[in-house]
């Protein structure tokens, strides 16, 4: 094959993609040059990037040159393609997909861990994204959105001129160059919590359609996984009719033979974003259901009714209220200390502490215990790490997705030969303890107890949601469901309370209030 020009952008990390698809083309025996294009969008830098985006302002010149056969492919970030390829143009390959998620970049002197993503009150963090804007003040209400415009080198030299507080890029961008951000503090916030664009971290190979020889080269460079995840990620994109400045997050990943599908989409980068998660065995109509699932006139349930009390400023309340749901909020349990004074005895050479539920974590912390600087966290999901951080400590490990076992699994091998301490409810299943092996020393503090309230009042609210087992059990000592009630389970024992009581449920990916603002619009109301 003839040596390839490939067509690209001058900033670093459009030229990183270049050299990087060189370098793969290479190792197949293709050799190729690069060519530097630049776009309307890389000259045009005074307009808000929702003004440009969407419209070919970064790609256009370089599908020009496509066409006229100056170059042979054009090296996108296919999150940055419109859903239609120009006529005569084609995508042959798309890479494998690095690291999707969003990385918070801090100033030193503006981090505060107590508050969720460690960002001081009030911060000013730098996007130019609305999808990230609106994501962002769902997750922290209090944050000031400021817009960030040019490349990755030169986004962290303006934080690092104190022109923002934070600032958030892709992290799939930081990998790839490499850079050194030892200086500032750095949050990486998962995909599940901060959906990313479709097709974000993903490479994708342009070229014309009628080269049928240069597409059959390309297939050796193409990763079909990751082509078949963004398939669905790009069609919910296209069946909104949006392009990158609409605040739409939308992220496929197959998991033990299963899809699994996140969805965030607001009006504006000013409303508070509805999201959804499907877990599903194929993809087939799944992107049409998911945009059906988006619109207005679509039936929610007027009330819904959670066994705990949630905060008037919480991530559930607010998403719910913005569709106008009533919520019954109420604990159908009540928790007592065990432990008033904490003997020294349980924190000798402790390697890490795990806490199972948020109670867990307030009440060890009431005991007022001198812990080591090195002793490190595990928690069991967002929920409980929200709570540590109240306590000014970060965890060290989360648990992602609510299936305990997997859970449990995934931390017994971490903590292989260590000293861990679990503070617990006195009834507690003991799930994670019960998995870890023969050489890691297990200290057991249960340190609460929960008491069932008497005499339970029904409610009448088109969902339930059971946030533990001892709820479960309280509410079906005197009630049952009404014809048409659904249930949503918190996580896995809630669940097999559940099961045990022969009621079907819904079970979030996360045992937090994201989770769950994800389950009740997704439930199908009969």
Not at 157 to 168: G, P
Not at 333 to 345: A, E, H, K, M, S
Not at 411 to 435: C, H, N, Y
């Amino acid at each position: 094959m003839k040596k390839l020009i490939i067509g690209t952008r001058g900033s670093d990390l459009a030229l990183w993609q270049a050299n990087f698809t060189k370098d793969r083309l290479a190792e197949i025996g293709v050799e190729a040059e690069l060519k530097i294009i630049k776009t309307q969008g890389d000259k045009i830098l005074n307009l808000r990037l929702d003004k440009l985006e969407g419209k070919g302002f970064f790609t256009k010149e370089l599908e020009e040159e496509l066409l006229n056969g100056t170059i042979d492919i054009a090296v996108h970030c296919q999150k940055d393609l419109p859903t239609a390829n120009p006529p005569g143009l084609v995508i042959a390959a798309v890479s494998e997909r690095e690291d999707a998620s969003e990385l918070l970049i801090i100033l030193k002197d503006c981090v505060d861990i107590t508050k969720k993503l460690s960002l001081k009150t009030g911060a000013q963090v730098g996007t130019s994204s609305n999808r990230r804007k609106a994501q962002l003040i769902a997750l922290r209400p209090d944050l000031n959105i400021e817009d960030l415009r040019g490349n990755v080198i030169t986004r962290i030299q303006k934080l690092r001129d104190e022109n923002y507080d934070a600032i958030l890029l892709a992290k799939a961008g930081i990998n790839r160059l490499g850079i050194d951000l030892s200086e500032f503090h750095t949050e990486v916030i998962d995909t599940t919590e901060l959906i990313p664009a479709p097709a974000q971290g993903v490479l994708a190979f342009q070229i014309r359609e009628n080269d049928p020889e240069l597409f059959d080269v390309l297939q050796k460079l193409n990763d079909p996984n990751t082509a078949e995840e963004i398939e669905v990620e790009r069609k919910v994109l296209n069946l909104f009719e949006g392009g990158c400045h609409m605040p739409l997050g939308c992220y496929c990943k197959k998991e033990n033979g299963k899809y699994e599908v996140w969805t965030s989409k607001a009006v504006t980068a000013e409303h508070f974003p509805d999201r959804l998660f499907f877990r599903v065995d194929s993809l087939d109509g799944l992107a049409e259901h998911i945009v059906s699932k988006f619109s207005e006139d679509r039936r929610l349930p007027s009330k819904i009714f959670i066994s705990r009390e949630i905060s008037e400023h919480s991530y559930l309340r607010r998403a719910l209220e913005r569709h106008k749901i009533e919520i019954e909020d109420r604990s159908l349990i009540r928790t007592f200390p065990i432990v008033n004074v904490l003997d020294p005895f349980y924190l000798k050479n402790l390697n890490w502490i795990f806490f199972s539920s948020r109670n867990g974590v307030e009440y060890f912390f009431k005991l007022k215990p001198l812990l080591s600087k090195h002793i490190r966290f595990g928690v069991v999901g967002r929920g409980s790490e929200d709570e540590l951080r109240k306590h000014g400590y970060r965890a060290d490990y989360v648990g992602e997705g609510g299936d305990i076992p997997d859970i449990a699994e995934e931390f017994a091998e971490m903590i292989k030969g260590q000293t861990v301490l679990f503070p617990r409810a006195q009834d507690s299943l003991q799930s994670i303890q019960s998995r870890v092996d023969a050489s890691t020393k297990v200290v057991d503090l249960p340190i609460y107890e929960t008491v069932i309230e008497e005499d339970v009042d029904q409610s009448f609210a088109e969902v339930l949601i059971f946030t533990s087992p001892s709820n479960v059990d309280a509410y079906f000592a005197d009630n049952l469901l009404e014809p048409g009630q659904q249930v949503i389970a918190i996580g896995n024992s809630t669940g097999k309370k559940l099961d045990e009581m022969g009621v079907n449920y819904t079970l979030p990916y996360s045992p937090d209030e994201i989770g769950l603002a994800e389950a009740v619009f997704g439930i199908e109301l009969k």
